[in-house]
């Protein structure tokens, strides 16, 4: 009974949240308001900055590229926050994040991997659904090069964030209900593909 109704609660919280974003995506200072969800979505909050980015674009195509571009410099700075925390306030600030989310069994395999595949795991974290905030605080802790890290999120998350963005306005309404069922699996395959062809160059 506990468990249900803690389920039941979190369920609740997660959809008040997410219909407030969207209610932010409709006013006027939408843009400040996007800003601040892709920047803190990096290294603590839930809501990913897609559910604001998609209705502003829908709402003012002309905009597209200039939100998308807002939305991949508020997260990337963002990143750099995840980072510090990772750094600085592991055992203070990251641990109880992590365990919060219930991030702690990934962020630990992830963990294992940094030294040789940090710039994969940061970009393929910062494309697809996987929390990427589990990301940024991981590699502040193994103190992943920063300059290795800001490339793989700048790529990553510039390239999520423009391809939504240059989707949307190319196709409009018809391609938001594609988009929120299937940006997963599209960005998965999108990041198998791109390491395929790394591998093809490198071994043939």
């Excluded at 609660?9 to 997660?14: F, S």
């Excluded at 709402?59 to 990772?86: C, E, H, Q």
């Excluded at 190319?170 to 997963?184: A, H, R, S, T, V």
Aim: charged share 15%; proline share 4%; no cysteine.
């Amino acid at each position: 009974m506990f468990l249900r109704k803690t389920l039941d609660w979190g369920h609740h919280l997660v959809k008040v949240t997410y219909d407030y974003m969207l209610e932010l995506a409709a006013r006027k200072n939408a843009m400040l308001f996007l800003f601040i969800v892709a920047f803190v979505e990096s290294s603590f909050f839930p809501i990913p900055p897609d559910i604001m980015l998609i209705p502003m674009v829908l709402a003012t195509p002309a905009k597209a590229y200039r939100i998308a571009g807002l939305a991949t410099v508020a997260s990337v700075l963002g990143g750099y926050f995840g980072y510090l925390i990772g750094v600085f306030g592991y055992d203070l600030i990251a641990k109880p994040i992590l365990t919060f989310y219930g991030y702690m069994s990934q962020f630990d395999v992830f963990k294992g991997y940094y030294h040789e595949w940090g710039a994969w795991i940061v970009f393929g974290a910062g494309l697809t659904p996987f929390p990427y905030k589990v990301v940024t605080i991981a590699s502040g802790v193994v103190h992943l090069d920063l300059l290795v890290f800001t490339v793989a999120s700048v790529l990553a998350r510039g390239g999520r964030f423009f391809l939504v963005a240059w989707l949307l306005k190319k196709y409009g309404e018809p391609m938001k209900e594609f988009i929120d069922k299937n940006l997963g699996v599209l960005s998965v395959l999108f990041v198998l593909l791109l390491v395929g062809g790394f591998a093809a160059i490198k071994f043939f």
